[in-house]
């Protein structure tokens, strides 16, 4: 598997054009042969004048950081996507979340595909990447998305392999067969769905489909820690303890909490809740500046587990 991951890696590199040339056949391994006493001494030389090698990474973690990072530059993505990872720190998120490119990862409701763009690549070789969208016929935003989708995945299939759309019931949400994915990732999604009522039963499939020791990451925009959620409810922000006692209703353990994403300049008391502040800037050129220099908002990152079964309770029947 080692050497899969490192072919993949070689072939992303290729992609991105950050492939070395070879060295040229004027090195001075080739005047040292007449150098005599001095050949020791140029081949050290020759050995310091070649170019960067790809070094096998030692362990599965290095392999995945190198992987991401072939992949966040890649030429697939747009010059407005890769300014925002300033501020979404992709590398750092999905390390946390313990992506591996060998996964087969669910990726809720990818709007516009920024995070599409940075994952299919990355399990194109090895892994299987799956969208899931609403049923376009649910409303004109998930058919935008439906479509924006399948045509992003058509226009470079050598980048995205073979990643997958599936769709689903935003009220009673299936997302596959039960126990088949490795990783469920959500971002910015979860306060829609507490405002449309549905977040129960998304958690819900989520736990479903995850296989047992499954992870299950999720991003969104964090409230202040004493507010409730009545107070914010339309803001786009939610409380963190909130999203953590979704999760667990649904039967998953809260694994760990990372402030990868976090903003402490984002003081979440806007005219226009969250969406104040950029990439959206609901606000248009009134105090632009202003929103500009806070950034995008304070987030929780948030990484859950589906329990394995004790051995006596799975094998009973």
């Given at each position: 598997?080692?050497?899969?991951?490192?072919?993949?890696?070689?072939?992303?590199?290729?992609?991105?054009?950050?492939?070395?040339?070879?060295?040229?056949?004027?090195?001075?391994?080739?005047?040292?042969?007449?150098?005599?006493?001095?050949?020791?001494?140029?081949?050290?030389?020759?050995?310091?004048?070649?170019?960067?090698?790809?070094v096998p990474p030692t362990t599965a973690s290095q392999m995945s950081a190198q992987r991401i990072r072939a992949v966040l530059a890649g030429a697939w993505r747009p010059?407005?996507?890769?300014?925002?990872?300033?501020?979404?720190?992709?590398?750092?998120?999905?390390?946390?979340?313990?992506?591996?490119?060998?996964?087969?990862?669910?990726?809720?409701?990818?709007?516009?595909?920024?995070?599409?763009?940075?994952?299919?690549?990355?399990?194109?070789?090895?892994?299987?990447?799956?969208?899931?969208?609403?049923?376009?016929?649910?409303?004109?935003?998930?058919?935008q998305d439906d479509d924006t989708l399948k045509a992003l995945f058509a226009s470079a299939p050598k980048v995205f392999g073979k990643a997958r759309v599936i769709r689903?019931?935003?009220?009673?949400?299936?997302?596959?067969?039960?126990?088949?994915?490795?990783?469920?990732?959500?971002?910015?999604?979860?306060?829609?769905?507490?405002?449309?009522?549905?977040?129960?039963?998304?958690?819900?499939?989520?736990?479903?489909?995850?296989?047992?020791?499954?992870?299950?990451?999720?991003?969104?925009?964090?409230?202040?820690?004493?507010?409730?959620?009545?107070?914010?409810?339309?803001?786009?922000?939610?409380?963190?303890?909130?999203?953590?006692?979704?999760?667990?209703?649904?039967?998953?353990?809260?694994?760990?909490?990372?402030?990868?994403?976090?903003?402490?300049?984002?003081?979440?008391?806007?005219?226009?809740?969250?969406?104040?502040?950029?990439?959206?800037?609901?606000?248009?050129?009134?105090?632009?500046?202003?929103y500009q220099a806070i950034g995008e908002s304070d987030r929780m990152t948030l990484r859950f587990v589906k329990p394995v079964l004790p051995a006596a309770t799975s094998?009973?029947?």
């Amino acid at each position: 598997m080692k050497k899969l991951w490192i072919l993949g890696l070689a072939a992303l590199l290729a992609a991105c054009g950050s492939a070395q040339q070879g060295a040229s056949s004027d090195s001075p391994a080739s005047s040292a042969s007449a150098a005599g006493s001095a050949q020791a001494s140029n081949a050290s030389a020759m050995a310091d004048d070649q170019p960067n090698q790809i070094v096998p990474p030692t362990t599965a973690s290095q392999m995945s950081a190198q992987r991401i990072r072939a992949v966040l530059a890649g030429a697939w993505r747009p010059a407005t996507d890769k300014a925002r990872d300033t501020y979404r720190h992709p590398l750092q998120t999905l390390q946390f979340f313990g992506i591996r490119p060998d996964l087969t990862v669910i990726e809720i409701t990818p709007g516009g595909g920024w995070y599409a763009r940075i994952l299919a690549p990355l399990l194109r070789d090895n892994g299987q990447y799956i969208a899931a969208e609403f049923m376009p016929s649910s409303s004109d935003e998930a058919k935008q998305d439906d479509d924006t989708l399948k045509a992003l995945f058509a226009s470079a299939p050598k980048v995205f392999g073979k990643a997958r759309v599936i769709r689903m019931d935003p009220k009673t949400p299936n997302l596959g067969t039960p126990g088949s994915v490795d990783m469920v990732l959500t971002f910015r999604n979860a306060h829609n769905w507490v405002q449309a009522g549905t977040a129960e039963a998304m958690f819900k499939a989520f736990y479903d489909v995850l296989k047992p020791g499954g992870t299950l990451g999720v991003v969104d925009h964090r409230a202040a820690p004493d507010v409730t959620l009545a107070s914010v409810r339309g803001s786009g922000y939610l409380p963190q303890d909130y999203v953590i006692k979704l999760a667990e209703q649904a039967g998953f353990k809260l694994d760990a909490k990372s402030d990868v994403n976090a903003n402490p300049k984002d003081t979440k008391d806007y005219p226009k809740g969250v969406w104040t502040l950029p990439p959206t800037l609901a606000m248009g050129d009134q105090d632009k500046a202003k929103y500009q220099a806070i950034g995008e908002s304070d987030r929780m990152t948030l990484r859950f587990v589906k329990p394995v079964l004790p051995a006596a309770t799975s094998s009973a029947q």
